[in-house]
């Protein structure tokens, strides 16, 4: 296919390949968000070249490669990727450790436009525009330049409520999510997730990473900072100790002011909002029990 189009966290991304003799070719973890539909949020504009940058771009961050090793983060590369500012525009510049066929590519991020430019630099001529860390990388800036919440966490629905949990490497999010999925509930996600305000409601949606992925959302009826313990503890927390513990756990680049203010501000609604709680867990099912009586 030359085009096609997903839709996330209700966003329609339409991706469309400019040259001929590319096709591109979605992985499995995107099939169930590929959507329809002829009224497009963003286009990206899709090119397999040598990446050439302009003239006058500026560095603002850089983020090297780190893996875990048994929970503990490790450095493996100097060069991942590379943000950079060409006069309004943000350029971001990545490198693909973990897939030897892509070189490197450049995203052209054109703020309060709706088309976008992505450059691939590889010999397949089947191109997924959407490979690991391009994923990550454009939904961050269509999130963050949208005042959304994309953040590290667990989101599941039980008992037709949402709950999110999020907390650093560690803490539990995956085994908070498996002992709900255990308990019946519907697991929105475990790795990373998007919550947007849609009215008065605040709404957790899944992302494309695994290969089986279904798209899914659900409505936040509260958040909670986890980590592990011997019992059950929930804490309430003040406005200011739940905005910084959210803030911890989302995923942001740190260079922008405006973007940070924008996040914050929007953390701050949702604090505002929604019961946001600590919450030290015994990893049983005592804890679903716990929690179904905690609001």
């Known amino acids: 296919m030359n ?29 169930s968000f590929i959507y329809d539909e002829e009224d497009y ?20 961050f850089r983020a090297p490669y780190v893996e875990e090793i048994n929970g ?29 066929q892509y070189h ?24 997924n525009p959407f490979i ?4 990550g990388l454009i939904l961050y800036y269509l999130t963050a330049l949208n005042g959304d919440i994309f953040i ?16 650093s490497s560690g803490k539990g999010k995956s085994t908070m999510a498996r002992l709900f999925s255990e308990a019946g509930a519907e697991v929105i996600h475990d790795d990373r997730l998007i919550i947007r305000k849609r009215g008065n409601k605040y709404l957790m949606y899944n992302t494309p990473v695994y290969p ?19 019992e059950n503890i929930s804490l309430t927390l003040t406005h200011t100790e739940a905005i910084a513990g959210l803030m911890s756990n989302c995923i942001q680049h740190h260079w922008s002011p405006e973007h940070i203010g924008t996040l914050t501000g929007a953390i701050f609604n949702l604090v505002t909002g929604l019961s946001v709680r600590s919450l030290k867990f015994a990893p049983d099912q005592s804890v679903v029990t716990f929690i179904e009586n905690d609001e």
């Open 104 to 127: 490197e590519a450049l995203v052209f991020v054109r703020p309060g436009e709706k088309s976008w430019d992505l450059v691939i630099d590889t010999p397949v001529s089947g191109i």
């Open 152 to 167: 590290h966490g667990s989101g599941v629905k039980y008992n037709n409520r949402g709950y999110l949990f999020t907390g």
């Open 41 to 60: 949020d963003l286009v990206i504009n899709v090119r397999r070249s040598k990446v050439k940058m302009p003239h006058g771009t500026r560095t603002v």
């Open 3 to 31: 085009h096609y189009s997903l839709n996330i966290a209700g966003y329609t991304i339409l991706f469309n390949a400019l040259i001929r003799g590319v096709t591109l070719a979605p992985s499995p973890s995107q099939l």
């Open 72 to 100: 503990v983060p490790a450095k493996k590369k100097d060069k991942f990727w590379t943000v950079l500012q060409y006069g309004d525009y943000i350029l971001i510049r990545t490198s693909f450790p973990m897939n030897d």
């Open 132 to 135: 690991y860390p391009l994923d």
């Open 212 to 230: 089986d992925e279904q798209s899914s959302s659900a409505e936040l009826a509260a958040v909670y900072l986890i980590e592990h313990c011997k």
